[in-house]
């Protein structure tokens, strides 16, 4: 079951959170540990304007989605499909040019959207992805709050509940509206666990 409280909670106002930036740098991700690890950049994919082929995160946050995928059941592997975004995408994706890219969680290098494959790579269904969906299939609890589940909606609730587990382990916080989004050592992240955070939005 999904019950962590820690890692539900809506954040909606971070403007009181002290940013320390640490100066870590962003690294690539892609072919890193393709045995447990399927990574590519969905913008990138879709050919949105701005977006890169290379998927990068900060050091810290590649350690701790390797580790996310280790605490994976066998037969499972984490499918890491967007990470930074550049000013150039946000700006695509909100039809706008951006004067502050403070309030961007995905320009931190520590924002993740993750989901689940198979041991062959191959996408598992969660129910809805970042773009299809309603919007109450994207919370992390839609399927914990259901009072009679089909057989197929079993298996939805046991996807998000692995792949929640494991990046709950691995020290990562889940935005409640968004079973997929992850974040870690940024705003978001430092007011769920009441701390400074250590990484500040990039415009690389």
């Known amino acids: 079951m999904i019950k962590s409280i820690e890692n539900l909670i809506l954040v909606n106002d971070v403007s009181n959170v002290n940013v320390s930036e640490n100066g870590e740098k962003l690294v690539l991700l892609n072919n890193v540990r393709p045995d447990s690890l399927v990574v590519f950049s ?13 998927v990068l995160v900060r050091e810290t946050v590649k350690e701790r989605l390797i580790a996310a995928s280790e605490h994976l059941p066998k037969g499972y592997r984490l499918v ?29 290098g520590g924002a993740v959207d993750v989901s689940l494959a198979d041991e062959k790579g191959n996408l598992l269904d969660m129910g809805t992805d970042l773009n299809h969906g309603s919007p109450e299939n994207k919370s992390t ?52 666990k009441g701390q400074d955070a250590f990484y500040g939005s990039l415009d690389v």
């Open 80 to 108: 890491v499909w967007e990470t930074y975004t550049p000013k150039a995408l946000q700006e695509s994706i909100r039809n706008t040019k951006l004067d502050d890219i403070s309030g961007l969680s995905h320009m931190t």
């Open 141 to 192: 609890m839609y399927f914990e709050e259901l009072s009679e589940l089909n057989e197929q909606e079993e298996k939805l609730r046991e996807h998000r509940r692995i792949l929640f587990h494991a990046m709950s382990e691995a020290g990562f916080v889940n935005n409640p509206l968004a079973w997929f989004h992850w974040d870690y050592g940024n705003l978001w992240w430092a007011k769920v």
């Open 42 to 54: 969905k913008a990138f994919k879709e050919h949105k304007q701005g977006s890169i082929e290379n």
